[in-house]
């Protein structure tokens, strides 16, 4: 056991030796990410107390560990803490909230992938990684734009026209998924 502990202990000062800036900052993007999403979620409440600890390592961990399933369970942590806050502790369905919450997933699962693929030694231009943070960026932002629209449109189609839209957006995701299915079949 001692002998398997001090494999890796040498394991991760080998690894922080010859860990280069761009890695290690899409790994802190990640964890920042992931945190920040918790403490938005969650019940203020619980925020200064010891059950906050394990959130905060379920948090971080996609940033030590970005090709598991940590970003999964991090992300289904965050979801079920605005449920516990919303459901469990009464708190309000405010927008700066939910739209908060969505962009730091959005932006955590984003730098997750980037994470992933990329090696903690990786010599990376930086104008790689700005521009996947672009990307992200533009995603979230005209998500943002149409979240609002949308629930200003919500307010006017209250009844049967909603209900109509919402069935209409419904086939139309599932109509976008069969032809992604079939064209990855074809593939």
Request: with cysteine; glycine share 10%; hydrophobic share 60%.
């Amino acid at each position: 056991m001692a002998r398997s502990f001090s494999a890796a202990v040498t394991a991760a000062r080998a690894v922080t030796a010859r860990a280069t800036a761009a890695p290690f900052l899409v790994r802190c993007g990640v964890g920042l990410a992931g945190l920040l999403a918790m403490m938005v979620a969650w019940p203020v409440s619980l925020l200064g107390t010891q059950y906050f600890v394990p959130l905060t390592l379920l948090a971080i961990y996609p940033a030590v560990a970005p090709r598991g399933r940590g970003a999964t369970l991090a992300a289904l942590a965050v979801v079920g803490g605005w449920l516990v806050d919303t459901a469990g502790y009464g708190a309000e369905v405010e927008l700066w909230r939910v739209l908060s919450i969505a962009t730091l997933l959005y932006l955590g699962h984003s730098l997750t992938a980037l994470a992933a693929v990329l090696p903690y030694d990786a010599v990376v231009n930086i104008d790689v990684v700005a521009g996947w943070m672009l990307r992200a960026t533009i995603v979230v932002l005209v998500s943002a734009v149409l979240t609002v629209f949308t629930l200003g449109l919500s307010a006017d189609l209250a009844g049967g026209a909603f209900l109509v839209a919402t069935l209409v957006g419904v086939a139309g995701a599932v109509g976008a998924t069969v032809l992604i299915a079939r064209l990855l079949q074809r593939a």
